[in-house]
């Protein structure tokens, strides 16, 4: 079965600190990729997308992911973290040719401490 | 430009009672979305529309109706609803059905309390 796992359902860094996210995921060929990043009380913001070819993509807000085949997993990364990236961050999957068929995971919330 | 805007942002119902979420989006998009997002379940699809005059059932469409009024509007209507329906739930457009456009733009989200 189509899956999305993000194993940590809560994050805390210091500001300054880099961050890694996981999401793994379970697709019977390769998927498209995408991080989703809710802050509170508004709705989702696509972050950054994987679709084909580099396998490293660079997001708005100084994020990044890296697609790696051979683990099934999109990991969402950040060099230094800021106060403001304090939010929920979803990782999902879709078929290309559909988007009503995306799996979101069921989030990682993200807490950053000065 | 307003992108996708979704009222009401609160709203409590009692066991039974019926309501309708509006969402209307201003961006020209063919495509509209009704998620439910609940605690330690993220996201789930409830119904869309691919384009103007068509619906389709997601993944939890029980207990839901919807309406594609027109280009811009996709409402969602709860007949009777029930506890379970208690969550937050968010309307989403997208220009096209295809995923290599990439991306779903959200509303702001409803949150809906049923007693």
């Known amino acids: 079965a189509q899956s999305v796992t993000q194993p940590d359902i809560h994050i805390t860094v210091s500001e300054g600190a880099s961050l890694e996210l996981r999401c793994n995921y379970s697709?019977?060929?390769?998927?498209?990729l995408f991080w989703y990043v809710q802050s509170p009380g508004q709705g989702l913001q696509l972050l950054l997308k994987?679709?084909?070819?580099?396998?490293l993509v660079q997001g708005i807000k100084g994020f990044e992911a890296e697609f790696k085949r051979s683990q099934s997993s999109f990991n969402l990364r950040k060099p230094s973290v800021h106060w403001s990236d304090a939010a929920e961050y979803f990782c999902?999957?879709?078929?290309?040719?559909?988007?009503?068929?995306?799996?979101f995971g069921t989030g990682t919330r993200l807490q950053v401490f000065p | 430009n307003a992108g996708v805007t979704q009222t009401p942002k609160f709203q409590v119902l009692k066991t039974g009672q019926s309501m309708t979420l509006q969402c209307a989006q201003d961006?020209?998009?063919?495509?509209m979305y009704w998620y439910r997002q609940d605690p330690g379940m993220g996201l789930r699809l409830i119904y869309y529309?691919?384009?103007?005059?068509?619906?389709d059932k997601g993944e939890v469409p029980n207990g839901y109706n919807v309406s594609r009024l027109n280009k811009r509007e996709f409402s969602l209507r709860l007949e009777s609803a029930a506890p379970s329906q208690t969550s937050v739930y968010f309307c989403?457009?997208?220009?096209?059905?295809?995923?290599?456009?990439?991306?779903?733009?959200f509303g702001e989200g409803s949150r809906l309390t049923v007693l």
């Open positions: 989403a457009s997208s220009l096209e059905r295809q995923a290599n456009t990439g991306e779903l733009f």
């Open positions: 697709y019977g060929a390769t998927p498209y």
């Open positions: 994987y679709f084909s070819g580099d396998t």
């Open positions: 999902a999957v879709g078929a290309p040719f559909n988007t009503d068929k995306l799996i």
């Open positions: 961006m020209n998009h063919n495509s």
């Open positions: 529309s691919a384009s103007e005059g068509t619906t």
